[in-house]
Nanobody
Framework: QVQLVESGGGLVQPGGSLRLSCAAS????????MGWYRQAPGKQRELVAG??????SYADSVKGRFTISRDNAKNTVLLQMNSLEPEDTAVYYC????????????????WGQGTQVTVSS
């Protein structure tokens, strides 16, 4: 089985920084995609940042403030969040698109348990 374990959420004041980490473990052949989604109360889950083959993408609302990176050797993805705003308050979820074997298709149905980020004074 595959597990994604997140860490690093918490409470921070506006303008502050947090770093989220997500480690994938289990039966993994390759992980073409890793990313972070977030869901605020009453809103749909949205993609915040993703990384595929070293190419990164970001939601417009976080460009210039958030940075996503990967450590392929450790199957880990990081999200460095700077200049945080109250609008960034949400539960953040790690997502992976991975293959469990050489002949398997890529499945994007792997999620972490979620970590709360609260930006408030």
């Amino acid at each position: 089985q595959v597990q994604l374990v997140e860490s690093g959420g918490g409470l921070v004041q506006p303008g502050g920084s947090l770093r989220l980490s997500c480690a994938a473990s289990g039966r993994i052949f390759s992980i073409p995609f890793m990313g972070w989604y977030r869901q605020a109360p009453g809103k749909q889950r949205e993609l915040v940042a993703g990384i595929t083959g070293g190419v990164t993408s970001y939601a417009d609302s976080v460009k210039g403030r958030f940075t996503i990176s990967r450590d392929n050797a450790k199957n880990t993805v990081l999200l460095q969040m700077n200049s945080l705003e109250p609008e960034d308050t949400a539960v953040y979820y790690c997502n992976a698109g991975l293959k469990t074997s050489a002949w398997a298709i890529v499945s994007y149905n792997y999620w972490g348990q979620g970590t709360q980020v609260t930006v408030s004074s």
